[in-house]
């Protein structure tokens, strides 16, 4: 708390928004936890109960779980009967809605990252003006040695701006990453089921 009363209100301000960006932070990483699933082991099973035309143990197999990955083939196994252009139009729907579903909160921690910097750049600056004013006001030389202890406490909020957007910088970056992963395994999902519904096609023709 002392800290905290050196570094004046941009402090306080730092406190809130790095609160904020360590509940993102939280939330996303639980959601992907939750919404991650190796895509090759499902799509093997999905692949056989469908050449089998078991219809439902695929029901059964996408609703084991609550991830992304079955969510789309939930879909595609509920409208498996539907022309192939329009089971494509739904599947890339799903893509979308799934892709925003990760990238929700991500804007917010970028902007975090952005503005704690600027955030103790500006408690740094309001510090220093006030350390000159008092300076400037006082009767007879300076004391370097209150001089000083007045820069280094304004340079606090400095510090506690940085230690809180690098962290949020790299949680940015980690996220970003498991995006793209998770978009790319949704892409293949779609071509996975694309095909299996032109090779059960051709199956049921001949």
């Known amino acids: 708390m002392r800290l905290m009363e050196m570094g004046g209100p941009c402090m306080y301000a730092i406190l809130l928004v790095s609160i904020i960006g360590l509940a993102v932070v939280i939330e996303r990483f639980w959601f992907y936890t939750k919404s991650w699933t190796n895509p090759e082991p499902l799509e093997r099973k999905l692949g056989e109960l469908l050449y089998k035309g078991d219809a439902e143990g695929a029901s059964s197999l996408v609703r084991e779980k609550e991830t992304s990955l079955h969510r789309l083939f939930r879909a595609a196994v509920d409208h498996w009967q539907a022309p192939s252009e329009a089971l494509k139009m739904l599947l890339e729907q799903e893509v979308r809605h799934e892709v925003y579903r990760w990238e929700k909160g991500l804007s917010l921690l ?67 990453s498991k995006i793209d992963a998770a978009e790319e395994s949704l892409w293949r999902g779609t071509d996975f089921i694309l095909r299996e519904k032109l090779l059960r096609g051709k199956m049921e023709h001949e």
């Open 110 to 176: 970028s902007t975090i990252a952005r503005v704690e910097p600027l955030l103790g750049l500006l408690g740094t600056v309001l510090g220093i003006v006030n350390v000159f004013r008092a300076v400037a006001e006082s009767e007879g030389a300076a004391n370097m040695a209150l001089l000083a202890s007045g820069i280094w406490e304004a340079l606090l909020t400095t510090v506690a701006g940085l230690s809180v957007a690098i962290p949020a910088v790299l949680c940015y970056s980690w996220f970003s």
